[in-house]
């Protein structure tokens, strides 16, 4: 039986054997056509072996232009059977190419007619040729073209025959290429995934492997843990039997320690009512601890009281480098009534005026000016000596007493230094700002063990030329005071707020050196003759302290305000003024006007007027709720040991006097 042949080797097979059959032009007339020839071309006509010379000459160029497809010659068919040649099977898309490009390149030739039996064979070139007739003997050459036209007309019909079958196979031969490229295709597409599948397989195949090593790793572990469990057990074995032993010599120890509990409990009970009695006293001990510190902030408000609600201390600052020595004897510091270890109360200024003379000429004698304040610091003395003379103030805040301190003094005499200290961050020059919120958070410290609690609050503003600026602002309002205002917290209440300034809560002195720090860089100040950089402005540091105790329902709260007043100089009535010196005269006349209105505010105070007039300048509006009779006021006068400043600090001494000489009512608490 003869194996099954691939279609497409059956297609090529056909194709090679039928593309010499490919029908040629004709140059012979169609069937029906009249003969309208001349002798030229009856002569043609009669000739029909050179014309195929020709055209099998075509063919066999067309042949070995191809050299991949061989010769190929027409070969009787029997039946409608074609016998095609046994190809070598070759799949994918080289055959399917191979195909597309025979069909492509193929060249219609010249085809050969096939012999009928009974048909005379044309003759052979080089042979005799046919006698040819007479050119008068018409009917006999009619007859010759008629029968060579019979004979092209049956080659042409077995031609066009052929001509169908070729197109028949090769619509076959398209239809099966299509089937084989779809079937290539899906052979592809399987191809494809039997690859994946390999390969998916070849991984799981790793990972297994991989897997493989990694459990008789583990197996390995596992048989060395459980070697090293047995020799566990062992030792476990060995120490069970030891604490079976310990167990029955703690079993022997608890008898004993039972009976021992039986005592210790009648002994626990005893000490129950030893506890209770001693809670008793400690309640009771509590009692008298409240009333103790009620009475030690009463008495501590009597010895302020006594001391004076206004108080002025007086404070002299050293000759710094490059400042000439005064003379000798131009400031004095008495002793107090109780000798040289008293602290001072007493200053004694000497002014020698070149203008007086006496009658002979000679120089009249310095004038001796005296003043007497509730305590004075000669220049040596430090910023701790300054702050522990103050600390008992301070604490009257944490009491529930409005408290208020001014730095009073002409410009470079020491108030700035005085209330924040020396750049540096130097431990021996901090101001009473810093040293007063340290004191204020130790002594709250010590109060909270007692049940009371305490929050602060800072806010730090400055009244430049009657503007009010926040000297803690940040950002884009760093520098701006124009929304800053002075308002009632709200309707019925008494409490002063600045609107638009930042209020911060503080617990700790890092967070208030931050805040100093901020406001030295925002505040005024500007070059004067008496200094190169002096505050042009009042700064006013408030501290809101607030207390509760809740166990006691108590509360209390009031402000603590450390004041550095702008610098107080006298107007020169001869100074040219130019663009810079108009503004510092503008400065210099909106301190002073705030200055003498503080110091209004104080006489009425003293005197007991019926108006205060808080409202004529924003600094003592602002402070009027810690200027009033249950507010305590402290004020240092600073003063230049300059003699060129003497006028300056006369003038600054007698205002002092003045506010020294002032008594305002008794202080009271705030308290709920």
């Known amino acids: ?220 572990t596992q048989e060395g843990l459980v070697q090293e469990l047995q020799k566990e057990q062992l030792e476990l074995q060995e120490e069970r039997r030891g604490l079976v032993i310990q167990l029955e010599e703690r079993e022997r120890r608890l008898q004993a320690s039972e009976a021992a509990l039986s005592d210790s409990q009648a002994e626990v009970a005893s000490l129950r009512r030893e506890t209770a009695a001693q809670a008793a006293s400690l309640a009771e001990r509590g009692e008298r601890l409240h009333g103790l510190e009620m009475e030690r902030r009463r008495l501590h408000n009597q010895l302020q009281e006594l001391k004076g609600n206004i108080r002025v201390f007086c404070r002299v600052r050293p000759v710094l480098p490059g400042e000439p020595t005064p003379p000798p004897g131009f400031l004095l510091f008495p002793s107090g009534p109780g000798g040289p270890s008293d602290p001072p109360t007493h200053l004694s200024l000497f002014r020698s005026d070149e203008r007086r003379g006496t009658l002979s000429g000679m120089p009249a004698a310095p004038t001796r000016h005296d003043f007497s304040f509730d305590r004075v610091f000669p220049p040596g003395s430090g910023q701790d000596e300054v702050f522990e003379e103050i600390a008992m103030l301070v604490q009257s805040a944490l009491d529930g007493y409005p408290v208020c301190i001014f730095a009073y003094g002409q410009t470079g005499s020491g108030k700035t230094f005085t209330m924040e200290g020396g750049p540096g961050g130097d431990p021996q020059v901090e101001g009473l700002i810093p040293r007063a919120l340290r004191h204020l958070f130790s002594v709250a410290g010590e109060l909270s063990s007692q049940g009371w609690t305490y929050s602060f609050v800072v806010s730090y503003v400055e009244i430049y030329n009657e503007t009010v600026r926040d000297l803690l602002a940040t950002g884009t309002r760093k520098g701006h005071g124009g929304d800053c205002e002075i308002r009632r917290a709200g309707p019925g209440s008494e409490e002063l707020v600045v609107t638009n300034a930042r209020y911060v809560p503080v617990s700790c002195e890092k967070e208030v050196e931050a805040l100093l720090h901020l406001a030295r860089q925002n505040r005024a100040v500007a070059r004067t003759a008496q200094n190169e950089r002096s505050s042009r402005s009042h700064s006013v540091f408030q501290l809101q302290i607030s207390g509760e105790h809740t166990g006691r329902g108590l509360q209390c709260g009031a402000p603590l305000n450390l004041v550095d007043l702008a610098g107080s100089e006298r107007l020169d009535p001869g100074l040219a003024l130019g663009p810079g010196e108009r503004e510092r005269l503008r400065e210099t006349q909106a301190i002073n006007s705030s200055l003498s209105t503080l110091g209004l505010v104080i006489m009425a105070l003293s005197n007991k007027e019926s108006h205060v007039p808080y409202r004529n300048s924003k600094l003592t509006y602002l402070l009027q709720n810690s200027l009033g009779g249950s507010a305590k006021m402290l004020m240092f006068v600073n003063i230049s040991p300059l003699e060129e400043n003497v006028s300056e600090s006369l003038n600054s001494l007698r205002f002092a006097s003045k506010v020294n000489q002032c008594v305002i009512g008794t202080a009271q608490a705030n308290r709920k």
């Open 1 to 220: 039986m003869e194996p099954q042949r691939s279609p497409l080797l059956e297609v090529k097979g056909n194709i090679e054997l039928k593309r010499p059959l490919v029908k040629a032009s004709s140059r012979l007339p169609l069937p029906g056509s009249r003969f309208k020839r001349g002798p030229d071309q009856m002569e043609d006509a009669l000739e029909p072996e050179k014309k195929r010379t020709r055209v099998l000459g075509t063919t066999t160029k067309f042949a070995t232009s191809y050299p991949r497809a061989p010769a190929l010659t027409a070969v009787p068919q029997t039946q409608g059977q074609t016998a095609a040649p046994k190809v070598p099977k070759r799949t994918g898309p080289r055959c399917s190419t191979a195909v597309a490009t025979v069909l492509k390149n193929q060249k219609p030739g010249p085809a050969v007619p096939a012999k009928k039996p009974g048909t005379a064979a044309p003759p052979k070139p080089g042979g005799k040729k046919p006698s040819k007739r007479p050119a008068w003997d018409l009917k006999g050459q009619l007859c010759d073209l008629n029968a060579e036209l019979k004979c092209c007309r049956e080659r042409t019909q077995t031609l066009d025959q052929e001509n169908q079958q070729l197109r028949d196979q090769l619509r076959e031969a398209q239809q099966q290429a299509t089937a084989l490229g779809a079937e290539r295709r899906t052979l592809e597409g399987d191809l494809a995934s039997v690859r994946a599948q390999a390969e998916q397989g070849q991984r799981e195949l790793g990972n297994l492997r991989a897997r493989v090593l990694e459990l008789e790793e583990w197996l390995g």
